[in-house]
């Protein structure tokens, strides 16, 4: 599988952005999507994930309400809406791919959300 993540960019704070990532090379619907993030100097974290199936949800605390995930099965494309944007989400951001109760196992090329005060 083959994860193409993009729609990073510089924002104000407050700000929105629609980070994208698409997969390609086989079916994903036995899979959760997930989101992470990497602050310069901090450890990556989770922020959102999504089962392919049937679309439910999961958040990180601080992201709840202004970030949410989603997806378009027939595009084979996951979405993460950020709204209210805030310097502290300034961040790579991956998507990866992965079946429940395992590991992440495969992760796309990260796009970088620069979020200006």
């Known amino acids: 599988v083959q994860l193409q993540a993009s729609g990073g960019g510089l924002v104000q704070a407050g700000g929105s952005l629609r980070l994208s990532c698409a997969a390609s090379?086989?079916?994903?619907?036995?899979?959760?999507m997930g989101w992470f993030r990497q602050a310069p100097g901090k450890e990556r974290e989770f922020v959102a994930s999504?089962?392919?199936?049937?679309?439910?949800?999961s958040y990180v605390d601080s992201v709840k309400g202004r970030i949410t995930i989603s997806r378009d099965s027939a595009k084979n494309t996951g979405y993460l809406q950020m709204n209210s944007l805030k310097p502290e989400d300034t961040a790579v951001y991956y998507c990866?791919?992965?079946?429940?109760?395992?590991?992440?196992?495969?992760w796309g090329q990260g796009t970088l959300v620069t979020v200006s005060s």
């Open positions: 090379g086989r079916t994903i619907s036995r899979y959760y």
């Open positions: 990866a791919l992965g079946r429940e109760g395992r590991p992440y196992d495969y």
């Open positions: 999504i089962r392919w199936s049937d679309g439910s949800t």
